[in-house]
Structures are given as C-alpha cells and as structure tokens.
C-alpha cells in the first residue's frame, strides 16, 4: 500500500499503461524502488551530477530524457512544445513562455541501482551565478555540446567553471538530427579551443535525418533505439561500411587513453591484449583526474543515445567517496587549516553541510543544501558557522523540480532542502555548536549594468521592498541601493536580459509593474601611476581632540588585478599603534566605494601605510579612520587617474552574406575583432566591445540580418576607456553634482 501511495505521487500509470505494455512495466519497476530510493545507499552507489552547456544546446531536453528513461515522469514535454506544458525542470511560467532556463533545478533519479542527483542549469551567461552555485556542490558534470555550433561562447564559460572546481566531466555532442550537424568538428574544437585531452567513446550510425543509432567503441556494438520513445535499446553487429572508421577511432582512443593513464600506457607500450574492462578502468581513472574527457553522441530530441549516457555517468563519473572535499578550521587571524572532510554514510562524525542557493517558495524560504559529512535527521538542531545561530530542522525534503518529497535523514553524499531556515547563500552548518569549520564559498562574479528601477504605482512601495529583498537574497549577482546624488534607486545585474527578467518577476509574482530606467555600465576609477601621502588630521575643540598621520603610498595594480582593491600595513615600530590599523584600512575603502572622478567604484590600487604619528590622548580609530580619507583625498588632487571600462567577449553567428555589414558594425561600437570563421555558409566572428557601446545591438543585429543573427556577450575584463568617454563622463558627473548643490542652496533659502 505504501509502495502504491508513493507511486501515485510520481507517476500517472494510468497514462502509462496505454503507451506500451513494455515501458509500462519496465517503469511500474524500476518506479518500485523509488519507495527505497531515501534508504542508506552505499557511497559508490550515488552521483551528483550537473548539465551544463551554451545556449540552446539542449540541456533540458536531455534532462527529460533521463528522467523519462529512469522512471521518474510518465510523458515527455519539450521545452518550446505546442501542448504548453513545457520541460519539467523549467517549473517556473516565465522559463516556459521564453523557452530558456533561468533558475537551476535540481531533481533525483535511480538507474541501475544507482542513486543519481541532476542539477538542471542555465545557458545563459546573465544567470552564471545558477552554474557556479551548481558545479560548487556537484562531483561530476555533463558538458553538452551543440554537434551544428560547436564549441560556443558560454561553453568557454562553464568550461572555465568547472576547471575552477575540478569537476570531472562527460561530453555528450547533442543535435545530431540537426543539419549540417559535425560531431568530428566539434571534437576538434573541444581539443584545440577547451583544451580538453578528448576522444570519442561512441560514433552516430548516420546524422542529420539519417541519425539511426550510435557505435559505442569500447563495446564495439551497434545499439539501436527502438519503440515510440526511444525506449527499446537493441544491441546489433557494426554496420559493415562503419567498420575502418570505428576501428580508426578505436586506436586514437587508445592512444588518448595511453597518455593520460600510466597503468594503461605500460599495456599499450607493453603490446599486451587490450580488453574491453581495460579501456573502461583506464576511462574512469583519467576522468577523475580530468586527464581525459570521453566524448558522447546522441539526439536528445530524437531519443537516441540517453540511455547508453546514463550508463557512462555511472561508469566514468566519480561518486562523493572519490572526491576530495575540505573545510577550513580557523587557525590564527587570516589563517585556516585544511580539514579532510569523512565521506562515509554514517553518523559518526558530525554533520557538515554547505547552502549553496536560497528560494522563496509559497511555503517560506527553501535553502538547498549539499551534505558533505555525517547524517541529519528530522528535528535535530543545526548551527550556522558563520552567524552562531541555531536552527531546528521542521521539515527535511528532497526536490524533483518545483514537487518535492519529505524524507526523515539525509547523509554525506545527499542534496537536499530545509524551510525556514535564515542564511545566505555560502553558508556552512554543523550539528554541533563548538564546531568551527567553514567550506570554501561559491564565486561570484561583479555586477556590471546598472538601471534605476521605480515601481509605477506608489501604492505598490511594499511589494516592491519585499519583492526586491527576496530577489537579492536568492541571487547574489543582484545588487539594489539607493543612489543619494541623483535620488533614485538602482538595480544592478549580469546583462540586460537579467534585470528584464526580475523586473517581469516582480510584476508577476508580487503584483508590482516596475520601470526600469537606461542601462548604466559599471565603471571604475584607478591610478595610473604610484603616488605618496603624508596626510596629519588634527582636530581641538575643548577637551580630547582628534590627531593621526598617515605617511604611505598609493599605487595602481597589476592588469590581472584591476578590478579589486588591496591594503598593506607596512608600518615598523610603535609609530602607528596596531589597534589604530583596522581604522586606517577602513577609512581607504570606504572612500573607493565611490571615486572622486565620475561617482564610480576605484578599483585596481594598493594602499601602503609606511608610517605615521599618534598622540598618546588625542589617538583614536576614528582619527585614522578620517586621516585615511584625508590620505585618499589628496592622491585623488595631486595622482594620475582614469577611467576603466569593462570589456565584453562577443560572438556573433550569422549568413555569410551579412558578415561584413556586422563586421562594420562592431567596429562602429570600437570593438576589436578576435577571430572570424565561416562553416557551411555560416560565419562566426569573436569580439571584444565595451559593454558601454553594446545597448541597442540586439535589435540593429536583426534588422540588419533579416532576423537570422544571433549573438553573446559575456564579460571579459576591466580596461581603460577612450579618452573621450572619459571626458564626457567627468563632465557628466560633475553637471550632476552641480545640480544637487544647486537645489540644496535653494531648500536653505
């Protein structure tokens, strides 16, 4: 009866039933065990993986593949599908009108035995922060790649994302149905523009609209994908035409192999007979290491090879006993120690776990977390690391989508999720209080638009307030202040396209149309050259006064480095007192949230104290504090500045026919071409362009190219702007100001 219940929730079998009498059964099956699917699972029995990938290259899809395969859904949707259901993983209205993926869903599955936890991500680099939250909690990834496009932009991106982790993957070639589809192509970009050590593992029987099957090279079988949905796999001899061309590709992988695992180079080396277990020991060993990446076929769309990619996440991804993952124990001021976290799936060392995204649902707020030690149960306390707090755990559930499905203990290994509990995303938690340990927090790239943002009715001010509070909580990349110079509030994002999407958010779920004001780039102040202070602030007004000297140096930072900010105590002696430091320190970089020049962040310089004086009454934190602004202030008058911009990485794709009119264009917008390609017809050409010169480039892009131009645009790097960019900022500023001083002299009068 239990089993029955639990069934019932996951899947209509009614509707099941009168697919086929196959599927019906293999699915009231394997649907069977999901009744077991929270008991105590062995380590090597769990995969936490992610998908990950470009634009458009077929991410959801395949994640309702996988999903539909192992049981967990009774009826495939796709993502752009006519009955307006929509993909399972874009839970969210918006995601299914535009046909993109906004927020990462996570969701469990079972195959084989296996326990298998996806985390759907999006493509779109506005939403980056949704992969790096991913591939921070994740011990395996699948790298999709479009078999038309290739190596594109954002897989650029994610591929950097994953190398910062050293997260292991898998490469499945998708869109293999596609015309003009070239998975030999694309391999070679994965090895010359990823630099991946890269080597096919299987080969399509056919492409475009001939795609009938895949070759797997290891097995050295044709497998075939047969009934309604792809549902029937059917195992057969390698058409005979294929024969020299799999047994080409089946010596490279070898030779791949060799290079990248010792043990299966002495083989090679040795001539000894290679046998299928040989090349798959051989796979998994380099993939852990990420010494390798095997490269997989298939049309997600078409329902061909899912399946046979299910069986490779198990074999060659690594479970969450194969991966290192450490905390930091707090040592001394600034010094941590590296702990070794235990893996195994037993309570006998204490729970760590690490939240790693916050969402606000109709229940409150769900914060997803990811166990790396020990178990937790229902109603156990856990504490916040970083805020001292405790909580009670009241409800314990783990996530399919937006459905989710209450369990009583999770262990090491587990991603799961708690209401009610208040954090930020980063967040460590143990189970016991006099635990000091905090795992390594999530990266998260600087905002670079800006717009201001004002609700159009005044009546809808708390909507807004609670609207935008959730909002910045649940993503860091999403930044609100209120802007006192110009008297407006300011919303901050990744693109365009990101801060469009919260502001459509905002209307829909908290019934706040917003207007949103011209985009403004995130600029930033930096020197150009080193300049000394010898700042004294002395103040006497009756009774104890105020007296600190600041003697240093202020200096710009290297390229790589100009987009952060560094503080030096350099002082020898008793000169400057250590307490009166972290005043020092605090007055210099609350002067770089806004510069002098034109309102923007200074970036990109070192402040050095050398020296100073103090006066054994008059000294206090806050006289250093005003001594270092003082300090700051005086290099602003008598130092080298400019203004930086930042710069994004652009890649347009478009008709040949229309290549030197969007040539033309990017130059237009001072862009500076990194390297132009055209395949069958199509041509690719990679920019770097301020982002101050790419508003509007959208719409003259598709007028331009009779609506058939697409491109991307991530950030790349800060970089000086043009002198007259400058100038005109300046001027701006200045104008501005003038403005505010104006009105205050006239509210005096």
């Given amino acids: ?83 307006n259901v929509g993909a399972t993983m874009d839970s969210m209205e918006l995601e299914r009108q535009r046909g993109i993926t906004i927020q990462s869903a996570a969701t469990y599955t079972l195959w084989k035995d296996h326990n298998i936890n996806i985390i759907d991500t999006p493509g779109h680099v506005d939403f980056t922060v949704e992969v790096e939250r991913a591939l921070r909690v994740l011990d395996g990834a699948i790298l999709v790649l479009c078999a038309v496009g290739g190596v594109q932009s954002q897989t650029l991106t994610v591929n950097r994302q994953m190398k910062r982790y050293s997260v292991p993957c898998l490469a499945f070639i998708n869109k293999l ?58 195992e057969d001899e390698i058409p005979k035409d294929m024969n020299a061309e799999v047994n080409e590709r089946r010596q490279e992988l070898i030779e791949h192999l060799s290079n990248a695992d010792d043990t299966f180079g002495d083989l090679y080396l040795n001539e000894t007979k290679i046998t299928e277990k040989d090349i798959m020991d051989a796979i998994r060993r380099s993939c852990l290491k990420r010494k390798f990446t095997p490269v997989l076929v298939g049309t997600a769309l078409k329902n061909k090879g899912v399946q046979p990619l299910l069986d490779a996440v198990i074999s060659y991804l690594p479970n969450p006993g194969e991966v290192e993952n450490y905390a930091l124990q707090p040592k001394s001021e ?46 156990e306390t856990i504490y916040n690391t970083r805020t001292r707090k405790k909580v009670r755990i009241q409800k314990l559930v783990r ?39 905090a795992m390594e927090s999530i990266y998260v790239p600087d905002s670079v638009v800006s717009m201001s943002i004002q609700p159009k009715n005044t009546k809808d001010r708390d909507n807004f307030a609670k609207g935008i509070g959730r909002f910045t909580k649940e993503d860091p990349t999403l930044r609100f202040h209120y802007d006192v110079d110009n008297k407006e509030s300011i919303i901050s994002g990744m693109g365009e396209l990101h801060l469009e999407i919260y502001a459509q958010r905002l209307e829909r779920e908290y019934n706040c149309p917003v207007i949103l004001g011209k985009p403004k780039v995130s600029f930033r102040e930096t020197l150009c050259r080193p300049c000394e202070f010898d700042y004294l602030h002395k103040k006497q007004s009756g009774g104890a006064g105020q007296y600190a000297r600041v003697i240093g140096f202020m200096e710009p930072l290297p390229p790589e480095r100009n987009t952060t900010i560094e503080f030096s105590d350099e002082t020898i002696g008793t000169n400057v007192p250590k307490q009166f430091i972290p005043g020092v320190e605090r007055g210099f970089k609350e002067m770089c949230v806004k510069g002098l020049l034109s309102g923007h962040k200074i970036a990109g310089v070192k402040f050095r104290i050398l020296d100073g004086m103090h006066h054994c009454v008059d000294s206090s934190e806050l006289a250093f504090f005003l001594a270092a602004q003082g300090a700051v202030k005086d290099v602003f008058e008598y130092g080298s500045w400019q203004i930086l911009e930042p710069i994004m990485l652009v890649e347009v794709v478009g ?73 005109q900022l300046i001027r701006q500023y200045q104008e501005s100001r003038g403005i505010v001083v104006e009105k205050s002299q006239k509210y005096k009068n």
């Fill in 655 to 727: 008709p040949q026919e229309y290549q030197g009119l969007v040539l033309g264009q990017i130059n237009k917008r001072k862009g500076l071409i990194n390297s132009t390609e055209v395949i069958d017809e199509w041509f690719t050409i990679v920019a770097e362009v301020p982002l101050n010169e790419m508003f509007g480039y959208s719409a003259e892009l598709r007028s331009s190219t009779q609506g058939k131009g697409e491109f991307t645009m991530e950030y790349s790097r800060y970089s000086p702007c043009l002198p007259e960019v400058q100038e």
């Fill in 1 to 83: 009866m239990t089993i029955v219940a639990h069934l019932s929730r996951n899947v209509n079998l009614s509707r099941l039933s009168k697919i086929r009498p196959y599927i019906y059964k293999q699915n009231v099956r394997l649907l069977a065990s999901y009744a077991k699917f929270a008991e105590h699972k062995p380590l090597e029995k769990i995969r936490n993986i992610g998908i990950s990938a470009h634009i458009d290259s077929g991410k959801t899809t395949l994640t309702e593949r996988i999903l539909y395969y192992t049981g967990r859904i009774s009826e495939m949707h796709e993502v752009k599908g006519k009955d």
């Fill in 334 to 379: 600034g010094e941590y120690d590296k702990i070794l976290l235990d893996s195994n799936r037993d309570d006998n060392k204490p729970f760590v776990g690490l939240a790693f995204k916050l969402e606000a649902g109709k229940f409150g707020q769900l914060t997803y977390f990811r166990c790396y030690q020990g178990m937790l149960r229902k109603s």
């Fill in 399 to 437: 996530l399919h989508a937006n459905q989710m499905e209450d369990v009583t203990e999770v262990y090491a290994g587990d991603i799961f999720a708690l209401f009610g509990v208040d954090c930020a995303s980063g967040d460590t938690f143990v189970n016991e209080s006099k635990l000091d340990l």
């Fill in 177 to 234: 149905d596609r015309m003009g589809a070239n998975p030999k192509r694309v391999l070679q970009q994965m090895r010359s523009k990823l630099h991946h050590n890269a080597a096919f593992i299987q080969l399509p029987i056919g492409l475009e609209s001939n795609t009938k099957g895949i070759v797997d090279l290891v097995t050295q079988k044709a497998i075939y994908f047969e009934g309604n949905f792809g549902e029937v796999v059917r």
